[in-house]
């Protein structure tokens, strides 16, 4: 086993300094760097303490946790955040009607796959479809895509006047899109606007930057 501080293929006879240079015994410095050496030709590095070393972790630690906090320090200071969202196209369909059941099937049901109806001019707004946020001037600040669309039971109504009561449906997707600062925003879906009236970023924030949007009638 090699000794610390000597070199391989140094004479056994020759003391080798901390920073590698081989002298002849007897010397009490190195000659070419002017570090002491030790008479038995051992140069020993001191390790640093079992205390130092747990500062050195809990330092870098600190380091760490101090970069995740300053990034999202100006993740949010720029201006970005992310927009939770749901589109609830209205009036998707009622019991008797196959139009939106995605594949074809003999009737709708809760949570079922749903798309837009053709017949509506909603045949783009499916999963998939690319949803545009745009500020007050019309500038778009963020995109993403539609989730799944999935139908939900809004309730019942007498749609033929004879007394029958059909329950009702509307087809609701989820996107997330991450949007850069604005006063306002507004959504489109494949092109159709949701929801007419812009909401603000005050809105937002006050509902932890989710809000589902109208599409349709």
């Known amino acids: 086993m090699r000794e610390a501080g000597r070199s391989e293929g140094s004479s056994p006879s020759q003391v080798t300094c901390l920073n590698g240079h081989e002298n002849p015994p007897g010397k009490a410095f190195c000659g070419e760097c002017g570090a002491r050496l030790s008479k038995s030709g051992v140069q020993r590095v001191a390790r640093p303490s079992r205390a130092r070393r747990y500062w050195g972790i ?53 949570n079922q ?52 009561q059909i329950d009702q449906y509307d087809c609701v997707f989820a996107f997330k899109a991450p949007v850069e600062k604005a006063k306002f925003y507004s959504v489109d879906v494949a092109g159709a606007v949701a929801d007419p009236q812009p909401v603000s970023a005050a809105e937002l924030d006050a509902s932890g930057w989710k809000k589902e949007f109208m599409l349709g009638s």
């Not at 992310?82 to 003999?106: F, M």
């Not at 017949?119 to 690319?130: H, L």
């Open 58 to 110: 809990a330092a870098a630690a600190t380091v760490v946790v101090v970069a995740l906090v300053a990034g999202y320090v100006m993740l949010v200071a720029g201006g970005t955040r992310e927009l939770t969202g749901t589109i609830r196209l209205v009036g998707a369909g009622n019991e008797n009607w196959q139009g939106t059941c995605a594949p074809n099937c003999p009737g709708l049901q809760v």
């Open 113 to 164: 796959e749903c798309v837009g109806d053709p017949a509506a001019g909603f045949e783009d707004v499916r999963r998939g479809a690319t949803v545009t946020v745009k500020d007050e001037a019309g500038a778009v600040v963020g995109t993403a895509s539609l989730g799944r669309g999935s139908l939900d039971k809004t309730g019942a109504e007498d749609t033929l006047g004879l007394g029958v």
